[in-house]
């Protein structure tokens, strides 16, 4: 594996081996064992977009991992003043050993693997986020020992999460379900995907029918980073979107709720429903950094 760009790009069996690295990497962390797979290895962090777990988890990952990380703000660095990313991508790779950006277009993630010669690692873009998908998946498995006869139910904004969940569900063997307003549908890209998956992807507008019998639910912020003028707009499309008590009634009796977070309360998912399953989402926020160490081994550390 040379870059992680989108969930797109990776095969099941990809996936399986990162979920596999990431466990083993949590059990030897939380037993003290060592492993310092990229010692002396150096990866470039370039935000463009606020965050709190993404920069974090991949900081204290490069150190645990034996290496160091560099936070490269946009507001810093010259690509903010307009540099091409073509040039940024050939100026870092003299000195990285890899890269983590998050940004707006996912076109600038791809034209940075592409004009750059170290690996590229998408820590979130308008398209997707197949960190954040990889950190969901582990904890899934985590939790329902496998994957196997899973339905996984989203309900929400046809963004980032939901391109990349739907991927990563159908890719491992689920049954994926989506609740989106008509005119906030996952890319179409995405929705082209679904088709090789006959009988294994249902897209409605109604949450209860999506959420039915689901062993996973997912939600998502009503507005993104970048929409926060259609914040209002928003409000308003998105209102009876939400995971509460009704919706988790639908599913099985013992269905995870998980969520990316940042959370907004009484908007896609109640306070209740919130609490009621902070362990499972609190495991999820850790395992961003597990999965994300598996990450950075698969694609910055050589055949380990
Ligand atoms: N879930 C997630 O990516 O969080 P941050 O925006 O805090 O990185
Ligand atoms: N869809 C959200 C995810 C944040 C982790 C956003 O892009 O802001």
Redesign the pocket.
Known sequence: MKHLLKMLDLSKEEIIGILNLADQLKYEQKHGIKHPRLQGKTLGMIFQ???????V?FEVGMYQLGGSALFLSSHDLQIGRGEPVQDTARVLSRFLDGIMI?TYAQQEVEDLAKYGSIPVIN??TDFC?P??VLADLMTIREYKGSFDGLKMCYIGDGNNMANSLIVGGLKVGMKVSIACPKDYQPDAQILAFTEDYPGKFQMTDNVLEAAKDADVLLTDVWAS?GQEEEKALREKVFDGYQINAEVVAAAKRDVMVLH???AHRGEEITADVLEAHADEIFDE?EN?LHAQKAVLVKVMGGNQ
């Not at 977009?49 to 920069?55: A, L, V, Y």
């Open positions: 977009k606020s965050s709190t777990r993404t920069r988890s998050r820590g979130l986020h960190c954040q980073m990316c977070l940042p926020a961003r």
